[in-house]
């Protein structure tokens, strides 16, 4: 009951609700359009405000607090490709390349969700440790080249590993998360209360219309779910549900807070589409966009967003 109520708190939530609007007006063919300038700024304020306060927070965090929880996150990131991969491969009779593709993304995260999950806690007067920007960053790498090998041990080829890394390092999202950790850290507290004004206040505002540009991305993709097939639907409800609980209990036992934990979980429930998709494209550009975008934008997204972030705070209050 604690859960279902959680769920409905969450489904009537400004951001929810800003999503179902973009996707209710794409599937009405509304002339709503977001440009592309808007979105790309409106996706630098957010990634680079979570990579600065979370740095300023980790300035005053000893190295022992975050040691446990970081191994728990590149465990996570080992973990999640490599199962994906053989479920997609020895279940879904997926090609090599096509599981590995959508095994990437799947162990990489979701920055739009991460974000999500922190609204809602903070809705929720929960608190979680203030490093998780830096267990996000840190996540975002080993699933993709894990991903990536398992597809070359696979196919028998090298990949382009040069281009890939490439892609990931300096990819907007990795880049903007550690380079604001990295800019927290330096300047602390002192000097992250100088601009928290600008990146405090207008925070959910900006988030709102994020989510009502992501609604309607997230409803373009609908089309695709035909090409996807019932089993890549299926997966991409299930996987989120195993990754997320596997993190919750992970992150209660790296020693993490409930707000903490369900973080952690939403973390490993969560699917890239940005990162995970630059890097796919330079390494495996045979592998169809169909079923790795349709499946982490159009299916484990809005799950995530609706039902599996108050799904994984209820199992982190349960521990």
């Known amino acids: ?25 794409t599937l009405l063919h509304s ?4 440009p592309d300038d808007i979105y790309t700024a409106l996706s630098i304020y957010l990634l680079f405000a979570i990579g600065l306060k979370g740095g300023a927070e980790l300035s005053e965090t000893s190295v022992m607090q975050v040691i446990w929880p970081a191994l728990a996150t590149v465990s996570m990131g080992v973990f ?8 997609l491969r020895k279940i879904g009779r997926l090609s090599a390349i096509d599981a590995a593709a959508i095994a990437a993304h799947y162990g990489s995260v979701s920055a739009v969700t991460f974000i999500a999950t922190l609204n809602f806690l903070e809705r929720q007067s929960i608190s979680y440790e203030g490093y998780m920007p830096a267990l996000m960053a840190m ?10 090998g398992l597809a070359n041990v696979a196919t028998g080829r090298v990949a382009s590993w040069k281009g890939a890394m490439h892609e990931i ?10 380079g604001g950790v990295t800019v927290g850290m330096i300047a602390g507290h002192h000097g992250y209360e100088q601009v928290a004004p600008f990146f405090q206040k207008p925070f959910k505002g900006i988030l709102c219309l994020f989510l009502l540009e992501m609604g309607m991305v997230a409803a ?19 996987a989120p549900v195993i990754n997320g609980m596997i993190g919750v209990v992970a992150g209660h036992y790296a020693g993490l807070s409930v707000g903490g934990t369900t973080v952690f979980g939403v973390l490993c429930a969560s699917a890239s589409y940005i990162a995970a998709t630059a890097a796919v494209r330079v390494s495996l550009p ?19 967003l609706t039902i599996g972030i108050p799904l994984f705070l209820a199992t982190a209050q349960s521990l």
């Open 31 to 34: 002339d709503l359009r977001m």
């Open 169 to 178: 390092l300096t990819g907007k999202s990795v880049l903007l998360l550690v």
């Open 286 to 304: 045979e592998a169809n966009p169909s079923y790795y975008l349709t499946t982490a934008l159009a299916v484990t997204f809005p799950f995530n």
């Open 139 to 148: 996540l975002e790498v080993p699933a993709i080249v894990v991903a990536l």
């Open 1 to 25: 009951m604690e859960t279902l109520e959680l769920i409905q708190h969450n489904l009537l939530s400004p951001i929810v609700l800003a999503f179902v609007l973009g996707m209710i007006a």
């Open 80 to 87: 999640i490709p490599v199962w994906c991969y053989f479920a």
């Open 220 to 238: 373009r993709r609908l089309s695709d779910l035909k090409t996807a097939g019932v089993f890549l639907i299926a997966f991409a409800l299930i």
